[in-house]
């Protein structure tokens, strides 16, 4: 083995750490060799008698880690050195160190928390907080502190916080810093043109790089479709130059070839997604291109769904991607961002634990045993929310029950390698003797690109049973062995032939979801969760899907993945989510409560129509309640003024409110609606107020003005400018003194004898002597007959005409 890597420096240190305290945090950059380098020289410690997992974040890393140390020891992967990941296996009775995938780890730990014949576990990249990682960790530490203190833990990345990380795993952990491979590397910042789609903007980033440097490339895009976007504009410019595609679809033989160097010695471009950022080394690559986007699987609670959001690449992630320019000598990363604007960018990606489903990690921990996290040592505890979310899940699928102890059923789910709801529904097919339809199907809407692309997960299910490619032959094989882990785990089997949706819809039901129009567009499932179709996708024609992924939140996702199922599948399948009921819906053209019957499943109503007799509690229960909210329409806004004005706190909403079961309720027997006389309202409402508050309202806020001429004029309290009251000018004759409610004046709109607007105030006497000589001219000429005096206040009131007032004076 090369003794040449910056981490042979360190390595007596690390393993003198792990010698003594059993435990050691590894900081080390890229290309310092600690993925490659330190598993190996622990195979000599005395310690070291059984097994070392190396644990990595990706299957492409895994696999790539194993063939490398293997090669270094002039063997092949699976005698010293093999791997273990969900798609492919290299392992014999032979191997050492054996590299795995996170999840992996926390199955292995949860059937045998020992670790039997383990002696050390090496968390390799760990600054990737990935929920598997960090789970894993809290695991294996309590194992080492409750059953194993022999095992040996060390923690690596090139990006962490030694400190934090040292301070979970022990007080006494050490922290052994290496130094990297300190090759030259310069940024060029290329900005970014919010008017060019991504792909154009980076094949010319890319042709600009070929142009001007010498190397392989290595661009990094946000996922699948933007690699095959920019490889298509490639390869129209560069026909004799391999573009190759890493990504997790991509078949291993595939992935090794874009790992390695061209054997013929040729430039070559990789495309990869975040899969290249860490762990892995491309030989012969000196230039990274970088599109500045990272797509990260995030969970929707409300959805129940994982979907794939494109965000901004962290400070961080930009600093892994450069470095894969820089490994092997000089290299230079462009990227199509703005210096600028860099440090505006977040510094690290958040950890999974904040943004991923918990379904798995919660029955991972009731398998464990544990019902109060708070027991575990995390990094960052599992939100309280999500995990109250996914364990609420669990008990629907019948995994966990109401006491938070894991059921036989979660029991048979655990011991499968894929998530509870698709283990659910592999276990569904199994007990219908279909076991392998149901595991391709779970398979098939995990594994992206199998099959295909589309959103009809049974089409692609049919293209990828005749594909004969590498990886789908691994992928059948895998389907294979999961439906014989799930006959075993039920034992004896029915033999329906039902549809694999069935299966899935069974372990989802939140996700079946029934069309809302002839299109196909709109879609409501049972969670109540809105849904968008393609309606050019030939899933629009059914009526009935379960979504197995949907793209996007708020009101509205797009479907991505989904199984058409028949209304016959439905009721015979499903009848036991459907439930007979009564809704009482208000109904706003009839002013009234109706009850209807229902047939629904869950936010989905099946059928719907008049329930001639509902039960009369629930019915005068909702109408009270209805009511209740109500209450500011049903109280007239005049008598709330009233009480505003007088200060009155027994007339507030809120106080009428709480005190309805006293005024309100009694108006309410044997009524359907609330067309209730609005005086039967003010007389029940003024009938619960004390005597004290009544005598005050009457004082503070009298409902009626009484003119001079002898006229009422109710008091207008809700308006602006209140409190008011309109009448005719002839009617305050002879008052030269302003009247008050309370303290405030009232407010006079005063009209003209056909009751229109003259003029409004709160100074009589200065209006008599102010303005209206100009009013009295001009009303003159309009109004003829009716008095127009030039000294109003010293007059007899009367809205009589000039001569009727002149006969009834004589």
Not at 179 to 190: D, S
Not at 334 to 342: D, I, N
Not at 428 to 456: I, N, T, Y
Not at 744 to 755: D, E, I, N, R, V
């Amino acid at each position: 083995m090369s003794d040449n890597l910056p981490i042979h420096t360190v390595l007596p240190h690390l393993l003198q750490a792990l010698s003594e305290s059993g435990t050691a945090v590894l900081i080390a950059p890229p290309g310092a060799g600690k993925t490659t380098a330190v598993a190996p020289a622990l195979l000599a410690e005395p310690w070291c008698t059984g097994q070392i997992i190396l644990l990595s974040p990706r299957r492409v890393a895994a696999r790539a880690a194993a063939e490398r140390m293997a090669e270094i020891l002039c063997e092949k992967a699976g005698e010293t050195v093999g791997y273990l990941t969900r798609l492919d296996s290299r392992t014999s009775a032979k191997t050492r160190i054996l590299v795995m995938t996170e999840a992996i780890l926390v199955n292995w730990l949860v059937d045998d928390a020992e670790l039997s014949g383990v002696s050390a576990v090496l968390f390799d990249e760990a600054h990737e907080r990935h929920l598997d990682s960090d789970l894993g960790l809290a695991l294996a530490l309590e194992s080492r502190a409750v059953l194993r203190d022999d095992l040996r833990i060390c923690v690596m990345s090139a990006t962490i916080d030694g400190e934090r990380f040292a301070s979970i795993v022990g007080p006494d952990t050490p922290i052994i810093e290496s130094e990297g491979k300190a090759h030259p590397l310069r940024i060029e910042w290329l900005g970014a043109r919010a008017e060019k789609q991504i792909e154009d903007q980076m094949a010319s980033a890319i042709m600009t790089a070929w142009k001007q440097e010498d190397g392989d490339i290595l661009a990094f895009l946000p996922g699948v479709r933007e690699i095959e976007r920019v490889r298509e504009r490639l390869e129209a410019r560069l026909p004799n130059v391999p573009i190759l595609p890493l990504h997790g679809q991509v078949e291993p033989a595939a992935q090794r070839i874009a790992i390695k160097r061209d054997k013929n010695g040729n430039r070559r471009i990789v495309l990869a997604t975040a899969i290249a950022e860490t762990s892995l080394t491309l030989d012969g690559v000196t230039v990274v291109v970088d599109c500045g986007l990272s797509r990260r699987a995030e969970f929707d609670r409300a959805a129940g769904t994982t979907h794939l959001v494109t965000h901004r690449a962290s400070q961080a992630a930009a600093a892994q991607r450069a470095g894969r320019a820089a490994r092997q000598g000089p290299g230079v990363a462009y990227r199509l961002w703005e210096q600028g604007g860099h440090a505006g960018r977040r510094k690290f990606d958040p950890p999974e634990m904040e943004t991923s489903d918990l379904a798995p990690l919660a029955l991972s921990l009731a398998r464990w045993g544990t019902h109060d996290p708070a027991s575990l040592t995390w990094l960052d505890a599992p939100p309280a929310a999500s995990l109250g979310s996914a364990r609420r899940r669990l008990e629907q699928l019948g995994a966990l029950g109401s006491d938070g102890q894991i059921t036989s059923l979660g029991s048979q789910i655990a011991a499968l390698p894929v998530d509870p709801a698709m283990a659910a529904a592999l276990l569904f097919g199994a007990r219908a003797g279909q076991a392998e339809e149901a595991a391709r199907l779970a398979l098939l809407s995990q594994e992206r690109g199998l099959g295909g692309r589309g959103e009809d997960l049974l089409q692609r299910l049919q293209r990828w049973s005749g594909d004969r490619s590498g990886r789908a032959d691994a992928s059948r094989k895998l389907a294979e062995r999961w439906a014989r882990q799930a006959e075993k785990l039920i034992g004896s089997a029915a033999s329906d032939q039902v549809s694999p949706a069935v299966f899935l819809a069974q372990a989802m039901p939140d996700n079946v979801a029934r069309r809302r129009d002839a299109s196909g567009e709109n879609w409501i499932s049972a969670g109540g969760r809105g849904y968008f179709l393609d309606p050019a996708s030939p899933l629009a024609r059914s009526e009935w899907l379960v979504v197995a992924d949907a793209q996007g939140q708020a009101k509205g996702a797009r479907i991505t993945a989904a199984a058409a199922l028949e209304p016959t599948e439905v009721e015979e399948h499903l009848g036991h989510l459907i439930e007979r009921r009564t809704s009482l819906k208000w109904n706003e053209r009839g002013a009234r409560l109706e009850a209807r019957l229902e047939r629904r499943m869950g936010a989905i109503t099946l059928s719907s129509g008049p329930d001639p007799s509902p039960d009369p509690a629930s019915f005068e229960a909702a109408l009270r309640e209805l009511a209740r909210d109500r209450i500011g329409d049903l109280v007239p806004a005049a008598l709330l003024a009233r009480g505003q004005f007088a200060e009155i706190g027994s007339l507030e909403i809120g106080a009428l409110r709480a005190s309805a079961e006293i005024w309100l309720d009694p108006l309410l027997a044997k009524r359907r609606d609330l067309d209730i006389p609005r005086s039967k309202i003010v007389e029940a409402v003024l009938g619960q107020l004390e005597w004290s508050d009544r005598q005050r309202l009457d004082q503070a806020a009298p409902r009626e003005f009484t003119s001079p001429a002898g006229t009422t004029h109710k008091i207008d309290y809700a308006s602006e400018g209140a409190p008011s009251v309109e009448l005719r000018v002839q009617a305050l004759f002879g008052l030269d003194q302003h009247p008050l409610i309370g303290t405030t004046p009232l407010l006079f709109q005063l009209t003209s004898p056909a009751g229109r607007p003259i003029q409004a105030t709160r100074d009589l006497p200065g209006f008599w002597r102010g303005t209206w000589r100009d009013v009295a001219k001009d009303m003159k000429g309009r109004y003829p007959k009716h008095r127009w005096p030039d000294q109003p206040w010293t007059e007899k009131p009367s809205l009589k005409t000039k001569n009727a007032f002149s006969r009834g004076s004589s």
